[in-house]
């Protein structure tokens, strides 16, 4: 039997997902993020949207959400803080972070080119982790300034 390689983690099934060994508490920022996005996710169904896709990756980056409703899609970004004294969790969404996005949303309309709808709203989903709230900014940035050469 050969020696594991120190820098390897195994993987590890917990009550939240399966994931490395450095990561087994539940109260980890990854634990948490996903909870934040399964709250996101059943109060976005709650309103009345259709979700489409989760965690949409591609070279450019990831949109979190990916919803629908009366015609629109919405490419939306979930920020959690337990402590918001440092900074809002909006402020996580930098200029490059929104170009990331932009440019993560133009590949996903570029791979699904027969979808019908007119307009696209990037929104952002505060998730308060200290108080248990979640604060949507809708239409939170453009997708202008962007474009998509193949």
């Known amino acids: 039997m050969s020696p594991q390689h120190p820098t390897r983690t195994k993987r590890i099934t917990s009550d939240c997902y399966t994931k490395t060994d450095r990561d087994t508490d539940p109260s980890s920022a990854y634990c948490l993020g996903r909870e934040a996005e399964e709250a996101v996710v059943r109060l976005y169904i709650a309103l009345g949207y259709t979700i489409l896709q989760r965690n949409f990756r591609s070279h450019q980056g990831e949109i979190d959400l990916i919803a629908a409703k009366d015609g629109t899609l919405h ?9 918001v004294r440092y900074a809002a969790p909006q402020e996580a969404v930098c200029a490059r972070k929104r170009h990331r996005l932009r440019r993560t949303a133009l590949y996903y309309l570029f791979c699904h080119p027969y979808l019908p709808y007119a307009y696209y709203l990037f929104d952002i989903a505060e998730v308060y982790l200290d108080r248990g709230k979640i604060h949507l900014l809708r239409n939170a940035f453009a997708l202008e300034g962007e474009s998509w050469t193949v």
């Open 75 to 83: 490419f939306i970004e979930v920020k959690a803080r337990s402590d």
